[in-house]
T-cell receptor, first 113, second 113 residues
Framework: ETGVTQSPTHLIKTRGQQVTLRCSSQSGHNTVSWYQQALGQGPQFIFQYYREEENGRGNFPPRFSGLQFPNYSSELNVNALELDDSALYLC????????????FGSGTRLTVV | AQSVTQPDIHITVSEGASLELRCNYSYGATPYLFWYVQSPGQGLQLLLK??????LVQGIKGFEAEFKRSQSSFNLRKPSVHWSDAAEYFC???????????FGTGTSLTVIP
């Protein structure tokens, strides 16, 4: 079985720009979550998607938005980038009801300059 | 509010020595508890988890953890550390909705020969 794949691996953007990060879920998984991991910190929950709808959100502003597609892949969009958005963004997929059986991707390292 | 504290930012141990990483949590109900490991450039890999039952849980790579409700702790242990164990270790609490982890800030482990 394939794991969770994220693209791109690294990305540099300018403050004020918009960015889209992509995630392919593990085969058979139907739920995807996104986490932000700032340098020296633990991952923080951004939101989760299930059946193409947002299914829980952390303490992140509306300029962080997402999509889940019928094939369960997902996108994280961030508008009006700020320097503090520089972080590792992790995607994790699971099968709903599979009690925290999440598989994490290797992440996208976003640098905002 | 849910939170996780990992009091040790960085730990250095000699190869072959025993290891204990500390984790304290704050959660109103019976917690779901996890330990993850993150190697450089990698995503999070689950070492072990506790939902209920036996308070001593065994995980992969020879790790174990003990849940102590009276101390709100879930410390990770390994009797003999290998050089390949050098990594960042995260303790996490999961909500019983199954859709959100709360991570600690992590403990960085260095293993010296």
């Amino acid at each position: 079985e394939t794991g969770v794949t994220q693209s791109p691996t690294h990305l540099i953007k300018t403050r004020g720009q918009q960015v889209t990060l992509r995630c392919s879920s593990q085969s058979g998984h139907n739920t995807v979550s996104w986490y932000q991991q700032a340098l020296g910190q633990g991952p923080q929950f951004i939101f989760q998607y299930y059946r193409e709808e947002e299914n829980g959100r952390g303490n992140f502003p509306p300029r962080f938005s997402g999509l889940q597609f019928p094939n369960y892949s997902s996108e994280l969009n961030v508008n009006a980038l700020e320097l503090d958005d520089s972080a590792l963004y992790l995607c994790a997929s699971s099968l709903v009801g599979n009690n925290y059986g999440y598989t994490f991707g290797s992440g996208t390292r976003l640098t905002v300059v | 509010a849910q939170s996780v504290t990992q009091p040790d930012i960085h730990i250095t141990v000699s190869e072959g020595a025993s290891l204990e990483l500390r984790c304290n949590y704050s959660y109103g109900a019976t917690p779901y508890l996890f330990w993850y490991v993150q190697s450089p450039g990698q995503g999070l890999q689950l070492l072990l988890k506790y939902f209920s039952g036996d308070t001593l849980v065994q995980g992969i790579k020879g790790f174990e953890a003990e849940f102590k409700r009276s101390q709100s702790s879930f410390n990770l242990r390994k009797p003999s550390v290998h050089w390949s164990d050098a990594a960042e270790y995260f303790c996490a609490v999961g909500e019983n909705t199954g859709n959100q982890f709360y991570f600690g800030t992590g403990t960085s482990l260095t293993v010296i020969p």
